[in-house]
C-alpha cells in the first residue's frame, strides 16, 4: 500500500465509522485525523527522497483511467489540510465545545469526509475527478455550516448550499465542454483547450465556477453569513482550508495552461485586488468579531488571487511558490484565529468588538493567539505571511509591476487596521481592567489557537521546507 | 423520427415551463416529473440508454418522491414570484444566452472524440462487455467510489440535521395489494438490472432507485420501517456501500499493488460484487433520504 491510497481511503473510512456511531466518533476521529498527519509527513518524505509519482488508478494510464500526481504541490496542500486539521480535532474534541445542538457527534464524519475529500483532490490529476471531490466537499462544507443547528446558521448553510451548487453546475459545463473539445478529461489536455475557442469557453467556464467556490470577488456574497454563523471549529475548516481547495485547482490549471491560460491569470488578478479593497473595507466597518475575521477571509483569498494572477505559469516559479507560502500562511493563521475568537466569545459570551474592552475579565492565551495570527496575516517578521509576500514584492519589483505592488501594500496596510481594531483593544490594561478581573480557564481551544498561530511563526523560519517542496514537479 | 423528436423537445420546454410557473406545488412537481421521463425517453433518442434509466429512476421517480416530501413540510405557495416581472424577464436572458452560448460551443466541436475508441480497445481487459459498466467500475471507479461518498455525506447530513420522520397516512384498501404486486416485482427488476449492468444497460444506480421505490412502496403502505431498530440497520446499510467500495479498493491494492486494481481474470466477480453491495445501500439511502431517520435523544 503506498501513503497516497491509505490518505484517500483512511479518511473515508474513519466517516463511515463515525458517521455509523456516535458513541466513538470522537475517538475514532480523533485517531484517524493524527493517522492522516502521520501518512501526510510520510508522503512529504517520500516525495523529497524519491521525486514526484505518477500513480495510475486501477493500472489504467491517463486518458483511460485516473491518475494520482504526487508532487511538490500536492504533498505541501496535504500538509497544511493536516496540520490545521489536526489543531481542529484537538478543539473539536473537547467536550465543552459549542457543537451540534441536534447530534453532538455529527461534526466527525462531515469533518473526515472533508479531510478525504480535500487529499484525493490535491492529488488528483483528472478534471472530472476534480469535479466530484468538489461535490463531497461542497456537501460537507454546507453541514460544518449548519452544525449548530440556529436558524441562522441554517439559513447561511442553505445560502451556501445554493451558491455551492451554481459553483459545480459552471464546474461540470466546463468540464463537459472540455470534454467536448479535446475528447478527454485528464489535466494533460489543458494546454490544448487553451488553443481553441471551445477550450478557452469551458476553461473560463470551469475558472467561474472556482471562483463561487473559493468565494473570490464578486463571487463571495455568500461566504462572510456562511463563515460567521459556523461553530468555531466548522468556521475554522471552512475558511483555511475549504476555499483553498478551488485556489489550489485554479493554480494547477494556470500552471498547466501555460501561456494560453494569460487571460484568466489577469481576471484573477484583477478580481483579487477588489477582493482585497471591498473584504478589507468591511473587515474595517464589521461590528462582530467573527464578521470581521470572515471579511478579512474576503481579503485575504483576493491577496492570494492576485499573487497567482500575476504569476507567469510554471515557466517562472518565485511568484506562484510566493502565493503557495501567502495560502499556507492563511490557512494556519486563519484557523488559529476562529478557534481563537471562538474561545473569546465563548469567555466573554458575545463577540462585539465593542465590548472587548472589559473591566472583569483580562485578556487570556486566546488573545494572544488570535495577535500572533494577526501579525501573520498582516506580514510581519519572521511569519510565513511576510516571506510570501516578500518575494511576492520583490517578484513584481523585478517585473516593474509598480501598481500590484502598491495594491499588495495598500491591502497590508488595510489589513493592519482592521486587525488592530481587535488587538489594540486586547492590548489596554491599566484602568479598562480591574485589579481582581479573572484570567479565562486554558482549555483544549487555546492549545488548538496557539499551536496554530505558533505554526505560521515557525513556517516563516522554516520556509526552506516549503520551497523545497514546491521545486519537485512531475517531469 | 424527427416529428417524434419535435414533439419531445415541445412538450419537454412545455413541462419545464409549467413546473416553474404553476402557482400550485403539487402540479409543478408532477410537472417536473413529467420533465424527468421526457429528458429519459430524449436519452434513449440520444443512444444512452444507461443515463436514461439513470434519469428516470433518480431525475425523476426518487427526486420526485423527495420534492413532494418537501412540499407538504413547507406548506402551500404565499406571495407572489420571488423578484417579480422584472427578475423573470433577466433569469429568462441570462439563461438564453448561456444557453445559446453553450449551442454554439458544443456545436463548434466536431472533432474525433479519442475516449470511446480507447475504451473500446480495453473492454476486453476490463471483465464486462457493457462500455458504461467497465468505465464506471473499473477504468474510472475512482470516480463512481467518490460518487459513493457523495450519497453517504448526504445521509451523514439528513441524520444530523433530523428532519420529522415520515408517519404514512392510512391510503385506502388499494394501497396494500399494490405494494404485494409492486414489491417482489421492484426486487425482481433491481436483480436483473444489477446483473445485466455486466454486459447491457443497467448497473448499481439504477437498480438501487428501482430498489428504493419498493421500499418505499412498503413504508408506505405502513409495513415498512417503522421501529428504531430498522432505521438503525437502514442507516448502517446505507454507510456500508462506501466502506465496502474503499475496503475493496485496497484488498484489491495488497493482492496486485494497485489501488483499484482488480486481479486479472477475476474482475467480473469483483464488479459485480461491488455493484451487488451497492445496490443494497443505494437503495438504504435513497428510502432513509425520503423516510428521515428516527431523531436521535438530545443529550
Redesign the interface.
Known sequence: ??E???IV?LP??A???T??S?RVARPVGLIATAANAALAILLARRVLAEGAQV??????EA????AFETDGLAAVMILMAAIVGVAVAVQASDDRTPR?????G?FW??WL?TL??MN?LFLSADL??LY??F??LG??A??LT??T?TRRALRAAFDYLSAGLAGSLLLL?GVA?A??????VDLSVVPALTES??GR??LALIFAGLAVKAALFPLHFWMPAAHSSAAPVASALLSALVVKAAIYVALRLSLDGGIGAEPLRVAMAAAGAGAMLWGSWHALRADRLKLLVAHSTVAQVGLISLALGVAPGAADSTLWHAAVLLMLSHAFAKAAMFLAVGRIAEELGHDRISGLNREELRPGAAEFAFAVAAVSLIGLPPTAGFVGKWVLIEGLIDRDAWIWVALVFAGTVLSAAYLSRVVSRCLRGGPHVAPGARRPQWRAGDVAALGLAVSALLLGLGSALPFALLEITVT | MIAFDIVLTLGLLACAAMALTLRDRTASIAAFVVAGLLIALSWVRLAAPDVALAEAAIGAGVTGALFLRSARRIGPITGGPVGGMSASIAAALGAGGLSAALFWAFAGTSGPVPYPPLVAANLEASGVTNPVTAVLLNFRAWDTLLEIAVLAVALALVVMLGPAPVVPRALGELVLPFARIVVPLAILVAGHLLWQGATAPGGAFQAGAVLAGGMLALVLAGIGPAGERIVRGALLLGLAGLAVFVGAALAAEGLTGRFLGYPAGAEKAWIIAIEASLTLSIAATLCLLFTGPVRRPHQ
Open positions: 500500500m503506498t497516497a491510497s491509505l481511503s473515508l473510512l466517516a463511515v465509522v458517521a455509523a456516535a500513480t495510475h488508478l486501477g493500472g489504467w486518458p483511460l483511467g485516473i451540534s445542538a441536534t447530534d453532538p455529527a464524519p462531515l469526509a478525504g475529500a484525493a472530472f475527478n466530484v471531490t461535490e463531497i456537501l460537507a454546507v453541514g449548519a452544525l443547528g459545463l465542454l470534454y467536448a473539445a479535446a475528447g478527454q475557442a471551445q469557453i469551458s
